[in-house]
């Protein structure tokens, strides 16, 4: 299976395929595989393949099912994913200040309900649209308690006793399917146990451990493997170049995760990019000032951009004391890579050591929503001492 030209990692594709193509594939699949594996993408590929009305080599992407789906305005395709209650999301929302950067792109009269409705509805779309990025509700709620409640299954329920419209077959994407609770679950189980003859459930999960044995049991299993990475370098060069990161490295940093490449290649990305490479600078010669500075400057910060500012701080330590793959050669262009490629086998290793522990203690002190500003602090203080160790 190769998706817009990236080619996936799966042993179990070839069944899945012969499957489609016989019209036999079983009432309930389970896509499994590491996060950025492009399980979702598979998933969103065998609902096209399923409602695909060409003759043949489905899905054909242009016939009117096959554009309602990217669209996601099909009868008889739902997808049905883990979110916030609105409550929390309203918490969370005022926490990531979204209101008031809606406000100024749409005016004054944006309300939480609107934001959330409207997360609701873009998120599904978004993740049919593009399923190798991780929609934007993903990223920004990542570590939030997303959950697939009752409610949300009761509601796919209702569509799932409804015969289809205008296809043989009704299609139900249930993305991180591990994240329902066990009420939610165990409704579901009931219906996979005797589904009627034309639903055809696709659930994806990246930790199908947290799923009821029972439920996995029903289904027939997708497993995705870490892509290659030289399928991910080749799918990241047919990309338009958007600057940031080599694709090279962003290729290697990103351990076969399609979405961990994307993001590092994001554009947006670039500030933290050059900022993770700040805090590398300043190991080589801490001082105090700049680390009050820069505590400072991370304390008006999101958390999500805190997390990704130490993530790729731990990259790029781990490159600058491995010295394998930033070489120097070609690609002399960017401005990251010649930047990183100076910091490289400068830091004595206990203090490398030292540097990686500490960033680590730091994303947990900030997912366990400690002042940014204090958990800084503490990072750069603690690494103020390089003969220590
Ligand atoms: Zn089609």
Known sequence: ??????????????????????????????????????????????????????????????????????????????????????????????????????????????????????????????????????????????????????????????????????????????????????????????????????????????????LLPTLRSRCQIVKFQPLQEADLLSYLESLPRTGGLSLRLASAFSDGSVREALSLLDPENLPLLEEALDMLEWCLSPGTQEALALSEAYSSYSFPDNVKRLRFFLLFLREAEQRNRVTGTGETGDAVERRLLSLTGRLPKGYFLRAFEKARTAMDALERKMQARLVFCAFFFSLLDKEES
């Open 1 to 210: 299976m190769n998706i817009n030209g990236l080619t996936l990692n799966s042993p179990s594709l070839p069944v899945l395929e012969k499957a489609l193509a016989s019209g036999k594939l079983h009432h309930a699949c389970l896509f499994t595989g590491p996060d950025g594996s492009g399980k979702t993408a598979a998933a969103v590929e065998t609902a096209l393949s399923l409602l695909c009305r060409a003759p043949d080599n489905r899905p054909c992407r242009t016939c009117l099912s096959c554009r309602k789906l990217l669209h996601y305005n099909h009868p008889d395709f739902r997808v049905v994913f883990p979110f916030l209650s609105e409550k929390s999301f309203q918490d969370t929302a005022k926490e990531l200040q979204l209101r008031e950067t809606a406000r100024q792109a749409e005016g004054e009269k944006v309300t939480y309900r609107d934001l959330f409705l409207k997360y609701l509805s873009e998120s599904a779309g978004e993740l049919v649209r593009d399923p190798l990025r991780p929609p934007r509700m993903m990223s920004d709620f990542k570590d939030k308690n997303r959950e697939i409640t009752i409610s949300i299954v009761r509601d796919l329920l209702e569509e799932v006793s409804m015969p289809p419209s205008e296809s043989p077959f009704k299609v139900f994407l249930v993305a991180e399917a591990d994240r329902m609770n066990s009420e939610a679950a165990n409704a579901l189980l009931k219906t996979l146990e005797e589904p009627p003859t034309y639903a055809k459930f696709l659930l994806v999960s990246s930790r199908p451990q947290r």
